[in-house]
């Protein structure tokens, strides 16, 4: 039987994976991807507690992470679409020069 901890467990894993990726990667497309990971344990959390205390605030406030995680993936494509444009490449080191 799947209990609370082995979903805990699993967003622990997610998490982690998550934030190497942010912090160890250079390329704007891994470190977002990295971030959608970080957000999906955070609502495999939320989901997880709530299903357990029998309430269904965390998962209507999963709900509302996944709209901030899609926006943040619209807001990132722009900011992709731009980097490219500017210096055809998606290094974040390039990044911070975008004034040019």
């Known amino acids: 039987m799947i209990t609370a901890t082995h979903y805990l467990l699993l967003s622990l894993i997610l998490f982690s994976l998550g934030v190497i990726g942010v ?19 955070v609502n495999l959390n939320l989901v997880a507690f709530s299903y357990r205390l029998g309430d269904l605030a965390g998962q209507i406030l999963a709900i509302f992470v996944i709209t901030i995680a899609a926006a943040e993936a619209a807001i990132g494509l ?20 975008m004034r040019s």
Request: hydrophobic residues 60%; proline residues 0%; aromatic residues 6%.
């Open 23 to 41: 912090m160890m990667r250079r390329n704007f497309i891994t470190v977002l991807m990295s971030l959608e990971l970080i957000f999906n344990a």
């Open 78 to 97: 722009g900011l992709i679409i731009a980097l490219v444009r500017l210096k055809d490449t998606v290094a974040l080191d390039e990044a911070s020069e």
